[in-house]
Every structure is written in structure tokens, then in C-alpha cells.
């Protein structure tokens, strides 16, 4: 074993709880790009027509061919903001109920810990960097599912959006999360040593 590496995961700043919506706001925050997996997202999407809930997309563009594709499968119901920073983009997470982020390949997850210091869970891609995120507070905030699955997704967002002890279970566990969390002055306290 090496002594002389060290991991110091990111932090993240205090925020104040997110309401609670009717119907629920799914939110997906991501540059658009084939490894942040918006597309399969939306085909997720495709099988909750019945049910209600609207989703917003937020992120630059990284590659433009796939954004021509993801912007050709939006619609009434969901949709993308681009880019949003400050005020905005604090409004797009203080208007969401769940984080969905099924990203192929993550190395830790910063929009999933930004989630969770407001009460918001996510659903995350297994074996990625988001699982260690989501669970950085603690407990489970929500679920992980098969990367690139839309089928999985649509289960859980199905159970998810029909069953209210399962949102109460969820945001309750991301509620205990948020004080566990570590802040960037820890952060950097921990690099600096």
C-alpha cells in the first residue's frame, strides 16, 4: 500500500430544503453528451406517459451531434434550460423533487451531492462515482440502476412516482444527509494537510 496518496472527495456548499411539487419535477443536471446518458433518460420518460410529472434538463452542450438528437426527443412535458448558473441554476434544483442521473461513468458526482444538500434523493448509474455521492451523508437517498437501461430507470421512477412512502422514505433520507455532508472549508482544510 501507498503511503503517499490521499483522496480528498469534493464538497459542497449549504443550501436551503427544496419544496415539495405537484405534479412532481424530475431534474437532470449534465453537460449533453453521450456519457451523461440524458438520452436514456428521456426513453425512461417515454414509459410514465400515464402518470404525472413534468422533467427539466439543465447543462451546456459537450457533444453537438447528441444534443441534436436530445433536443429532437423533448416535449411538452420536458424540457432543457441549457446552461444555468447562480440564481437560475438554484432555482432549477429548488424546483425539483428527484435528481435522475444515470451517467455512464462518473468520477464522483457533484450535481448528486448539490441534490442532497437540499432534500432532494437521486437515482444514480451503478457502479459510478454517483453511488459513492449519494451515499457520502450516509444512508440511502434514493436508488442506483443499471447504466444505460431505460427499462430499469422506468421501474423505479414508476415506483418512485406511484408510491408516496417510497418518495417519504427517500427525501427523509436525503434530509438526514444534508448536515453529514462535507463542506468546502473541510474540503479544503483536508487538502491543504
Known amino acids: 500500500d501507498r503511503t503517499d496518496i490521499a483522496v480528498v472527495p469534493p464538497g459542497v456548499d449549504e443550501a436551503a430544503v427544496a419544496d415539495r411539487h405537484d405534479p412532481p419535477v424530475l431534474l437532470n443536471v449534465g453537460s449533453l453528451c453521450e456519457r451523461k446518458d440524458q438520452l436514456s433518460v428521456i426513453a425512461a420518460l417515454r414509459h410514465l406517459d400515464d402518470l404525472p410529472w413534468t422533467a427539466r434538463f439543465v447543462g451546456p452542450v459537450a457533444?453537438?451531434?447528441?444534443?441534436?438528437?436530445?433536443?429532437?426527443?423533448?416535449?411538452d412535458r420536458i424540457t432543457w434550460a441549457g446552461p444555468l448558473v447562480g440564481d437560475e441554476r438554484e432555482a432549477?434544483?429548488?424546483?425539483?423533487?428527484?435528481?435522475?442521473?444515470?451517467?455512464?461513468h462518473e468520477t464522483w458526482g457533484m450535481v448528486v451531492t448539490e441534490a442532497l444538500a437540499r432534500g432532494i434523493p437521486a437515482v444514480v448509474a451503478d457502479g459510478t462515482g454517483a453511488v459513492e455521492a449519494l451515499t457520502s451523508g450516509g444512508g440511502m437517498p434514493g436508488a442506483t440502476v443499471p447504466a444505460g437501461d431505460p427499462d430499469a430507470l422506468a421501474a423505479v421512477l414508476r415506483r418512485w412516482l406511484t408510491d408516496?412512502?417510497?418518495?417519504?422514505?427517500?427525501?427523509?433520507?436525503?434530509?438526514?444527509?444534508?448536515?453529514r455532508l462535507r463542506?468546502?472549508?473541510?474540503?479544503?482544510?483536508?487538502l491543504a494537510s
Open 63 to 75: 457533444d453537438p451531434a447528441y444534443a441534436d438528437t436530445f433536443r429532437r426527443a423533448l416535449g
Open 92 to 104: 432549477a434544483y429548488a424546483g425539483a423533487d428527484l435528481l435522475v442521473h444515470p451517467a455512464r
Open 164 to 179: 408516496s412512502s417510497m418518495r417519504d422514505q427517500w427525501r427523509r433520507c436525503a434530509l438526514e444527509a444534508r448536515p
Open 183 to 190: 463542506r468546502w472549508p473541510d474540503v479544503a482544510r483536508e
